[in-house]
Nanobody
Framework: QVQLVEAGGGLVQPGGSLRLSCAAS????????MGWYRQAPGKQRELVAT???????NYADSVKGRFTISRDNAKKTVYLQMNSLKPEDTAVYYC???????????????WGQGTQVTVSS
């Protein structure tokens, strides 16, 4: 199947930066959209940013101008550069990828295990 492994979370002060990465592995034929979602305590999971192809990006209004999503197709990896972090960005961040595996008729959504991002002084 497909595994998504995230890295880069941690504790950062307000105004600081973090870079998340998520690498996909497995019997992958193609990857369509890749993205990041987050879930804060007591709240529903929400979209942070997605990228389709190399340049078709979409961001939540709350992170526009502060976060940048990018992908390296050769490495099957998606990144999230987070700048000017705020306490309200604190959440578990989940990687998502829409993947068609070898031999499959259609793609399927896969999720990473999540990585904690805490913004606090």
């Amino acid at each position: 199947q497909v595994q998504l492994v995230e890295a880069g979370g941690g504790l950062v002060q307000p105004g600081g930066s973090l870079r998340l990465s998520c690498a996909a592995s497995g019997i992958i034929y193609s990857i369509n959209a890749m993205g990041w979602y987050r879930q804060a305590p007591g709240k529903q999971r929400e979209l942070v940013a997605t990228v389709i192809g190399d340049y078709n990006t979409n961001y939540a209004d709350s992170v526009k101008g502060r976060f940048t999503i990018s992908r390296d197709n050769a490495k099957k990896t998606v990144y999230l550069q987070m700048n000017s972090l705020k306490p309200e960005d604190t959440a578990v961040y989940y990687c998502n990828a829409n993947v068609r595996t070898v031999g499959a008729a259609s793609p399927y959504d896969y999720w990473g295990q999540g990585t904690q991002v805490t913004v606090s002084s």
